[in-house]
């Protein structure tokens, strides 16, 4: 019966994360372009659950009791791998993916399963500010990297 019900979710989340680096990249300077990386932290969400059938009969009786209309804010496990690519000193470019972990299982508006979780994909872009100016030698910046 579950397979007959349709649910959407918009979920807000936040969350900190560390990030560990395995290339060093220095932005502001001429050396390495690439790096891969991995992330993890803690995060909340905020879900606002819609849930309907996928039948014109509605949502059967028997699958009533295990939905709900709340909009629960939640506490999270956000895991992130990605890679950074510096396309100018200033200018990197990113790609990431990231799974959540929820403590809840109210995201979807259907409490019949375990812990809910969600995985997205993100493409980014940030700009650096360097410490110099023009004519001025750049100072180094970079991101900590594992050492093992």
Do not use: H, W
């Amino acid at each position: 019966l579950a397979s007959q019900l349709r649910s959407t979710s918009s979920v807000f989340d936040l969350s900190v994360q560390m990030e560990v680096n395995f290339v060093p990249l220095r932005f502001c300077s001429g050396k390495a372009r690439f790096s891969p990386y991995v992330a993890a932290g803690v995060g909340v969400a905020y879900a606002k659950p819609q849930i309907a059938s996928n039948t014109s009969e509605g949502i059967p009786a028997s699958e009533m009791q295990y939905v709900q209309n709340d909009k629960p804010i939640v506490f999270n496990i956000p895991i992130s791998a990605g890679v950074k690519y510096k396309l100018k000193n200033n200018i990197v470019l990113g790609l990431e993916a990231s799974y959540r972990l929820a403590f809840t299982d109210q995201l979807d508006a259907y409490v019949r399963q375990e812990k809910d979780q969600y995985f997205f994909v993100q493409a980014k872009v940030s700009y650096v500010f360097c410490k110099g100016g023009k004519g001025k030698m750049s100072k180094d910046m970079s991101c900590p990297t594992f050492k093992y």
